[in-house]
Structures are given as structure tokens and as C-alpha cells.
């Protein structure tokens, strides 16, 4: 079965605490995306890494950071610079080609108590 | 960098009518515009998708127009069904592998 998969559904974190969530493809896609969605609102992309061992920085990357050593796997780390952390994440993968869907995976749900 | 509106940001329509939803971006060069549903505590699916290359597209009940001199472009549902209460989204990118600039989605409600 392919697709995405993200890890965990919920999360809660205490303040100050580092937080990573997992993101899984097996659609053997090289790009992969984190957006943040607080409600009412778009999403909002947060990283993204067209290759293994390269990211960029999207439009709200501060006190957030990634790594991709894997072409599968693209983990997301909430730091404590992140002022305000709580929100609905959601992984996303495409192909390299413009022709090629960008595909979502369910989210996980990070309140910080 | 791109600015994408959506409006409405709630729509009600009775079961067996039409919805329109529209959108509007502000970068000339974007090429790719796709439609996301997203149900209550999923992640976004795509329903549509339209490139630069044309200017309408349909699959069924869906259908998706595209202005690329007015650059907006909306999303067409005909005779909608309780299933299609969800809050849709529009995307505006530039076809590689960049990431997608959102709207701030439409909540649609299909009235009984």
C-alpha cells in the first residue's frame, strides 16, 4: 500500500521541549514538504528538500529544522524558538517533474500544553 | 512572492445546486493550479488540477477554469452532494518541485 505516512497523529509537547515528527513516503517521490495549517487559515510551507542531504527554507522556517538523509523519510523538528507551536502539520511529496501531483499525508496534531 | 485569495470563505448551497469557489494569485509566471479537499482532521486531497496550457478542465462533477491574463481561476461543482461538504482549498505553483502557495480555503456546506 503505498503513500505517505506521518507519526504521530498527536502529539503534546510541554513548553520549552524540542519536539520531531515523522514523515514517511514509499512513492519514491525526491521532493518532500512540511506545511503548518492553523484554523481559518491556508497552509503554510514551513521546508522542503528536493534532494537527499538539501532542504530550503520555505515562508515560516524560523524555530523550525529538518533533515533528509533518507529519500524516504523527511523528519520535522519543533524546536523551543517556535513561539507558537501549536497547529495541525501536514507532510507532503511530489515527483521532480511539473507534471507530477503533490500528494499529502494525514497530519499530526501538536498542542503544546 | 505569490499571494494567493479565496473567496467565499463559507459557502452554503442546497443539495443538487451549484458552488463556485474562486481564487486569484499575483505572480504572472505561476503555471500550475490545483484544488485540494481536506475533510475534518485529514490531510488535503487533490481533486483538480489546471496548467497554464489551458484554459478549462473537467472530471464529472468537477470542472476548473483558468484566466491567465486576469490571473484567477475557480472551481466549478454541479450537482453537489452531502459528500462534497468539506473545506476546499486552491494552490498556485510554479510546476517544478517548489512548494504550493495556499489559499485560506472555503468551507463548503451542502444543505438537505
Known amino acids: 500500500d503505498g503513500g505517505i505516512t506521518q507519526s504521530p497523529k498527536y502529539l503534546f509537547r510541554k513548553e520549552g521541549q524540542n519536539v520531531t515528527l515523522s514523515c514517511e513516503q514509499n512513492?519514491?517521490?525526491?521532493?518532500m514538504y512540511w506545511y503548518r495549517q492553523d484554523p481559518g487559515q491556508g497552509l503554510r510551507l514551513i521546508y522542503y528538500s528536493q534532494i537527499v542531504n538539501d532542504f530550503q527554507k520555505g515562508d515560516i522556517a524560523e524555530g523550525y529544522s529538518v533533515s533528509r538523509e533518507k529519500k524516504e523519510s523527511f523528519p520535522l523538528t519543533v524546536t523551543s524558538a517556535q513561539k507558537n507551536p501549536t497547529a495541525f502539520y501536514l507532510c507532503?511529496?511530489?515527483?521532480?517533474?511539473?507534471?507530477?501531483?503533490?500528494?499529502f499525508g494525514p497530519g499530526t496534531r501538536l498542542t503544546v500544553l | 512572492g505569490e499571494n494567493v485569495e479565496q473567496h467565499p470563505s463559507t459557502l452554503s448551497v442546497q443539495e443538487g445546486d451549484s458552488a463556485v469557489i474562486k481564487c486569484t494569485y499575483s505572480?504572472?509566471?505561476?503555471?500550475?493550479f490545483p484544488w485540494y479537499k481536506q475533510e475534518l482532521g485529514k490531510g488535503p486531497q487533490l481533486i483538480i488540477d489546471?496548467?497554464?496550457?489551458?484554459g478549462e478542465k473537467k472530471d464529472q462533477r468537477i470542472a476548473v477554469t483558468l484566466n491567465k491574463t486576469a490571473k484567477h481561476f475557480s472551481l466549478h461543482i454541479t450537482e453537489t452532494q452531502p459528500e462534497d461538504s468539506a473545506v476546499y482549498f486552491c494552490?498556485?505553483?510554479?510546476?517544478?518541485?517548489?512548494?504550493?502557495?495556499f489559499g485560506k480555503g472555503t468551507h463548503l456546506i451542502i444543505q438537505p
Open positions: 505572480d504572472s509566471a505561476s503555471n500550475y
Open positions: 512513492l519514491n517521490h525526491d521532493a
Open positions: 489546471i496548467r497554464s496550457n489551458v
Open positions: 507532503a511529496s511530489k515527483g521532480l517533474a511539473s507534471t507530477d501531483t503533490q500528494y
Open positions: 494552490a498556485v505553483g510554479g510546476g517544478g518541485a517548489d512548494g504550493l502557495t
